[in-house]
């Protein structure tokens, strides 16, 4: 699975911003997907997950309420709809593919190559 992210930019506080990760290769809709961040200096860090179908959701606490993930397995893309966001939400985020949706790292086979999002006033 080749996965590529997309949808980063610079955003004010308080703004909204959604980011796509498109699949391409082995049939997307069998693996459960993840969005990890990771800011200048610091570890990479789970933000939340969503399983092969949709229907389980799983997020970082540092982003429930504020960040919603999504998939569209007819058009091979998961979403991060992240809003009121605040300058700590500043890093690369990373989509990922693996067996199942998890907040370890090495559970996911695949990665895309990150996308930039900058959060300042």
């Known amino acids: 699975v080749q996965l590529q992210a997309s949808g980063g930019g610079l955003m004010q506080p308080g703004e909204s911003l959604k980011l796509s990760c498109a699949a391409s290769?082995?049939?997307?809709?069998?693996?459960?997907m993840g969005w990890f961040r990771q800011a200048p200096g610091k570890e990479r860090e789970f933000v939340g997950g969503?399983?092969?179908?949709?229907?389980?959701?799983y997020y970082a606490d540092f982003v429930k309420g504020r960040f919603t993930i999504s998939r569209d397995n007819a058009k091979n893309t998961i979403y991060l709809q992240m809003n009121s966001l605040k300058p700590a939400d500043t890093a690369v985020y990373y989509c990922?593919?693996?067996?199942?949706?998890?907040?370890?790292?090495?559970?996911?086979?695949?990665w895309g190559q990150g996308t930039q999002v900058t959060v300042s006033s």
């Open positions: 990922a593919a693996g067996a199942r949706a998890s907040s370890v790292r090495r559970t996911y086979d695949y």
């Open positions: 290769g082995r049939t997307f809709s069998g693996y459960d």
């Open positions: 969503i399983s092969w179908s949709g229907g389980r959701l």
